[in-house]
Nanobody, 124 residues
Framework: QVQLVESGGGLVQAGGSLRLSCVVS????????MGWFRQAPGKEREFVAT????????YYADSVKGRFTISRDNAKNTVSLQMNSLKSEDSAVYYC?????????????????WGQGTQVTVSS
């Protein structure tokens, strides 16, 4: 059984930073792309970032580009999201996702595995 477990969410002031982590078990982590999505109350789920299986290709939503950085450690089966210069509009539940492909996409339909989510709240 594949499990994705996120951690690192919390409450932070605008302009601050948080680092989300996701540990994956139950599959060959290093062979597949990973990513992060988020969903705020009353809004649709949206793509945040993705990283290829080798970690050499990343894509970001325009809204987070330059502020967020996705990374992975295949030896530790972990993917992380470093979030800097946080804004109130970044407040959402953040989901770690696992793809069935080597490279990630912006479509949630391409991600088969989802974590339970971790809440990020940015106070203004």
């Amino acid at each position: 059984q594949v499990q994705l477990v996120e951690s690192g969410g919390g409450l932070v002031q605008a302009g601050g930073s948080l680092r989300l982590s996701c540990v994956v078990s139950g599959r060959t982590f290093s062979s597949y792309a990973m990513g992060w999505f988020r969903q705020a109350p009353g809004k649709e789920r949206e793509f945040v970032a993705t990283i290829s299986w080798a970690g050499d290709t990343t894509y970001y939503a325009d809204s987070v580009k330059g502020r967020f950085t996705i990374s992975r450690d295949n030896a530790k089966n972990t993917v992380s999201l470093q979030m800097n210069s946080l804004k109130s509009e970044d407040s959402a539940v953040y989901y770690c996702v696992g793809s069935n492909y080597y490279s990630g996409t912006r479509s949630d339909a391409d991600y088969r595995y989802w974590g339970q989510g971790t809440q990020v709240t940015v106070s203004s």
